[in-house]
């Protein structure tokens, strides 16, 4: 016993395995889980995912992983959002017109252009820029790129929620957080080695800003 317990939320939203490779190479022993109560006690959490935002909110309030992640987060133990994580942990989103975990004030928003050439979802490698520094960002430099996928992006209330932005065709929120709650909307899986370097930050992350 004593050793630290990482778990990757299981909610039937994307590949999860890719999220525990990258773990593994950064020396973070995560387990995928569904069992919500396992999780509400986990030293750590990593809460992944891809789809739509009504689907994964259904499935989360299936089986209490809702309850089990404000719990989590609650405690103070270090919470690390990625892609459709990120989304759903705001207040609402317009996808699926979805209320969802509030664990952020802001809602989710589709893009929306006039210019042919850029196409939804936002695909590809773009650059994130650091806003306000945070641990799990430690030695992202200017011009560092991360892996996208998605057609919605999120909308914090507040500016103080923001660690990290991106331009696509207008700018907006690609990290997020509040205390121990961090979260991305790109795929540091997916995002060679700036990718694993921020994995690497939030395994030594003590849940502190």
Not at 26 to 54: N, Q, T
Not at 56 to 76: F, P, W, Y
Not at 151 to 159: C, H, L, N
């Amino acid at each position: 016993m004593g050793k630290t317990q990482t778990l990757i939320v299981d909610y039937d939203a994307g590949n999860l395995h890719s999220v525990r490779r990258a773990c593994v190479e950064v020396g973070l022993d995560a387990e995928i889980c569904a069992d919500a109560d396992r999780v509400a006690a986990a030293d750590r959490v990593i809460f992944p995912g891809v789809g739509a935002a009504g689907a994964a909110m259904r499935s989360l309030c299936a089986n209490g992983m809702d309850e089990a992640l404000k719990t989590v987060i609650g405690s103070g133990r270090p919470v690390l959002g990625i892609c459709l994580g990120l989304q759903i942990s705001l207040d609402y989103s317009e996808e699926n017109n979805t209320r969802t975990l509030g664990i952020i004030e802001g809602e989710v928003k589709r893009f929306s252009f006039d210019r042919a050439d850029l196409k939804i979802p936002h695909m590809g490698w773009n650059e994130v820029e650091v806003v306000k520094p945070h641990p799990v960002l430690g030695g992202i430099e200017p011009g560092d790129a991360f892996y996208f996928v998605h057609g919605y992006y999120p909308s914090p209330a507040s500016d103080d929620a923001v660690y990290a932005t991106t331009v696509y065709e207008e700018r907006f929120a690609s990290a997020i957080g509040r205390e121990n709650y961090f979260a991305t909307q790109f795929h540091p899986e997916k995002s060679g080695r700036v990718g694993l370097r921020l994995l690497s930050n939030f395994a030594a992350w003590d849940g502190s800003c």
